[in-house]
């Protein structure tokens, strides 16, 4: 019998609960040998996929020590396991990957989900940042070939390193979707709780907002998050649910009657962004908050299945206030996400994976 390609996908998150590279690597285990390393964040069990999964544990999970011994450890593994394909995510796990690849004369394909050196955490931070861009200008330009969730951000990378990025957004299955039912009482924000993603914001106008909010996610700002809601007494509207198993995290955003994504301007990494979260709102029939962002923009100006708001308390709670008065528009827009889905999912974004896989080889 003849050996199927192997790939190896290194991420730095838990395999558990990455939508994405479930997503992708289910696909690319369709016809190849596939392997997904990550970080064990979680005591959860490994969820049977069909591919294999891995997780590596660290003694610090956080700090220029631990993506140092992250990378360490992700080489010398990768230098002792037979591999034909790297598929690296994010700048944070490209370093072991590279090297690795290029030693054993091997492919590599560089999966930006973000672009890195532009998120918020870096802002600010002249020395690291300096050193990531230091990182991404070493090895970027010299992959095999780039993937990325959003034009805006393959337009930047190609110009800047006279690499072709392709674009693979980060959108869901069409799933059957349940009878038609009333959409329960309270906004969803599912995702990393990380500076920037507009969440203080959010907790404060819930003061004005006659409905609940559901957090699904964990993230740096988790006891910041919890101490503002408690701070300003709302302890009764708003319920932190943690990290959710991706199939339970799809019945909240099913019965939500909004979902946020509505980040702060802070970076081209989120001004260019197209998250997950927010395909995962629209493939629930679910109207999204969001900001008028060029990605989002141009959706909605195709589909007119969202609305917009800055990361202002007043700015939200009138937008969504808006919602809850205005029972036609609000049907209009749930009708028009599920017609996006039609157009925007995996079924349609997976066949460029497989091309890019397919002109690789």
Not at 149 to 167: G, L, M, P, Q, W
Request: charged fraction near 25%; charge should be positive.
């Amino acid at each position: 019998m003849e050996r199927k390609i192997k790939v190896i996908a290194t991420v730095i998150n838990d395999v558990i609960y990455d939508q994405r590279m479930i997503r992708i690597c289910s696909t690319l285990s369709e016809s190849y040998d596939v392997e997904l390393w990550g970080r064990r964040k979680s005591e959860l069990d490994i969820f049977k996929r069909p591919y294999y999964q891995r997780r590596f544990r660290f003694l610090i999970n956080g700090g220029v020590m631990f993506y140092l011994a992250y990378n360490v450890k992700v080489f010398f593994a990768l230098l002792f396991k037979k591999f034909d394909i790297i598929h690296a995510v994010d700048l944070d796990t490209l370093p072991a990957g590279f090297l690795a690849s290029k030693i054993k004369r091997k492919k590599i394909i560089y999966d930006s989900h973000e672009y890195f050196t532009e998120v918020p955490e870096l802002l600010g931070r002249s020395f690291v940042r300096k050193v990531w861009l230091l990182i991404e200008k070493t090895f970027v330009p010299k992959v095999d070939v780039g993937i990325t969730v959003s034009k805006n951000i393959a337009d930047v990378y190609t110009k800047k390193y006279n690499t072709i990025f392709h674009i693979i957004r980060n959108c869901p299955e069409i799933k059957v979707k349940k009878k038609e039912t009333i959409n329960s009482d309270y906004i969803l924000y599912q995702g990393a709780l990380n500076k920037g993603r507009g969440l203080e914001a959010l907790i404060i106008s819930m003061k004005d907002i006659p409905i609940k909010l559901k957090i699904a996610g964990s993230g740096d700002i988790d006891y910041k998050l919890k101490k503002l809601v408690i701070d300003n007494h709302l302890s009764d509207k708003i319920e932190f649910l943690g990290l959710i198993e991706p199939q339970d995290l799809f019945e909240y955003t099913n019965y939500a009657f909004i979902g946020y994504n509505v980040m702060e301007n802070m970076g081209l990494s989120y001004y260019y962004s197209l998250s997950n979260k927010f395909f995962d709102y629209i493939h629930s029939g679910v109207p999204v908050i969001t900001n008028q962002f060029p990605e989002y923009n141009d959706i909605n100006i195709t589909y007119n299945c969202c609305v917009f708001a800055d990361a202002i308390p007043e700015h939200i709670s009138k937008t969504v206030n808006a919602l809850l008065s205005d029972s036609k528009n609000y049907q209009k827009l749930k009708k028009n996400c599920i017609k996006a889905a039609q157009d925007i999912n995996w079924g349609i974004e997976k066949r460029k994976l497989i091309k890019v896989y397919d002109d690789l080889i």
